[in-house]
């Protein structure tokens, strides 16, 4: 678990105690009725385990259920940019629909992942490996926008019609 990662933390017949608890940037989770806990160390089945001993002074065989939420920023040319707290089975193409989809303005062959200082741009397409690619803490992705002329192909078509009408118009 890395900073900005959350906890989505369940226990049965206590909705009061369940919730989505983010690590803060020191590694510690706050949890109610336990405080503080550094959870940067400590693998998810361990932190289960833990969780339900700790709970044990406040609930009778307390039920727990925990699932890590990853962090991943969506930005660019889709129509909800933001950071999202998704689970481990969601992939890009998963998260870009969070985010809303592709914006009207979107190159669907621009999508760029940058994680760990590395870049992978490609196609959303579905013979394209990154539509598939599960997302890790801190991933960003990136959608490109089309090119100015691209996006605004009418109007330069218009531009063009109505130049080449005023200048025929002009060597009659």
């Known amino acids: 678990m890395r900073a900005g ?5 369940r226990i049965w017949r ?3 105690m369940s919730g ?3 690590v ?3 590694g510690v989770v706050v949890l109610p009725q336990l405080g503080s806990l ?5 693998p998810l089945d361990s932190l289960q385990r833990h969780l339900v001993s700790a709970y044990s002074v406040f609930l009778r065989n307390p039920s727990i259920d925990i699932i890590l939420l990853r962090r991943v920023n969506v930005s660019g040319a889709v129509r909800t940019p933001g950071l999202y707290q998704v689970d481990a089975t969601v992939s890009v193409s998963d998260a870009l629909s969070l985010a809303g989809g592709l914006s009207a303005d979107a190159r669907e062959n ?3 992942l940058r994680r760990n200082g590395s870049r992978l741009v490609a196609s959303l397409s579905t013979a394209s490996r990154l539509a598939d690619t599960p997302i890790q803490s801190g ?9 100015w002329v691209s996006r605004n192909a009418g109007v330069v078509a218009a531009g063009i019609s ?3 009408i005023v200048v025929a118009s002009l060597l009659r």
């Open 5 to 9: 990662d959350a906890i989505r933390l």
């Open 14 to 16: 206590e909705p009061d």
């Open 20 to 22: 989505d608890f983010t």
């Open 24 to 26: 803060g940037a020191d």
């Open 38 to 42: 550094n959870v940067t160390e400590l």
């Open 110 to 112: 621009g999508i760029e």
């Open 139 to 147: 991933d960003q992705i990136f959608v490109r926008q089309r090119s």
């Open 162 to 164: 109505a130049t080449a």
